[in-house]
Every structure is written in structure tokens, then in C-alpha cells.
């Protein structure tokens, strides 16, 4: 089954999608993760903000996720990567997080990442720039990735 790979600004997403992506974001940061924190941080709605994501099946089922958005500084930020348990191992997130690299061009991107995934992220051009941080109760660090 291919994947398809879909990008558009919240305002833009059809409902059943967007409450699928939602769902899909509070599945594996607050239920599979065990970490109760505001998912809905008023990010999605900024202008900036555009919502990746990767759908399989028919009808098409979004199964992976990130989003992109430009704070006030304007540094683009590159985060909430998230893929459903049983879709992992297909390299779903590195297609997403790839796509959105392109997308976003020559500039600078900057993660949050949980530090287990640090080499994952390194991969893509990401490099520590930052100590170590607890984010609810969860181990990070900051990476960020030059042009």
C-alpha cells in the first residue's frame, strides 16, 4: 500500500482528517507516552503553521503526522512527530520529516527532540545546540539543522 503525503494549514484540513491527526497526536504523546500535557497549544491555529501528514489505505487513514510553524522570532520549528503504533518500522516519519525539510527550503529548522532520538534526528542534518531538558517529565534536547 502507498503512502501519500499531504501538507495544508489547519483552516484548510477536512474535519474527520484533522480529528484524526488530533487523535493520532493525543494517542501516542499523552495515552501510549503517559504524559498529560495541553496538546492543543494554540500553535495549530497560527498562520505559520502548516500540519504534514502520511495517509494509507482506502478510504485514506492518516497514520503518521508533524507539524511545522514560525514563531515570532521567525525561526521555522519542526515537531510533534508522531506515527500509530501499528504503522512503526515503515519509515513513515522519516518520509514526513524529509517532505517537510524540502518544503521548508534554506533556512534554519529547530527541534525539540526526546534525547533517545537524538542520532534518529542527526540523521537529517539535526545537531545538538543545547543541554539536556526535562519537558513533562520527558527527557529533551534542543537540535537544530543549518542549511
Do not use: K
Not at 46 to 67: C, D, F, K, N, Y
Amino acid at each position: 500500500m502507498n503512502p501519500t503525503l499531504r501538507a495544508a494549514h489547519l483552516l484548510d484540513i477536512e474535519p474527520r482528517t484533522l480529528y484524526s491527526l488530533l487523535r493520532l497526536r493525543i494517542d501516542v504523546f499523552v495515552v501510549e507516552q503517559e504524559c498529560p500535557y495541553p496538546d492543543l497549544d494554540g500553535i495549530d491555529l497560527e498562520p505559520g503553521t502548516e500540519q504534514h501528514w502520511l495517509e494509507v489505505g482506502a478510504p485514506p487513514e492518516p497514520v503518521a503526522t508533524l507539524r511545522t510553524y514560525v514563531d515570532a522570532a521567525g525561526t521555522v520549528h519542526l515537531g510533534r512527530v508522531a506515527t500509530q503504533a501499528a504503522h512503526r518500522g515503515q519509515g513513515y516519519a522519516a518520509l514526513l520529516v524529509e517532505e517537510a525539510l524540502r518544503r521548508i527550503g534554506q533556512r534554519p529548522v529547530q527541534i525539540s527532540a526526546q534525547t533517545y532520538l537524538e542520532g534518529w534526528y542527526a540523521r537529517f542534518g539535526f545537531r545538538r545546540n543545547g543541554d539536556d531538558y526535562v519537558e513533562d517529565g520527558i527527557p529533551h534536547l534542543p537540535m537544530r539543522r543549518e542549511p
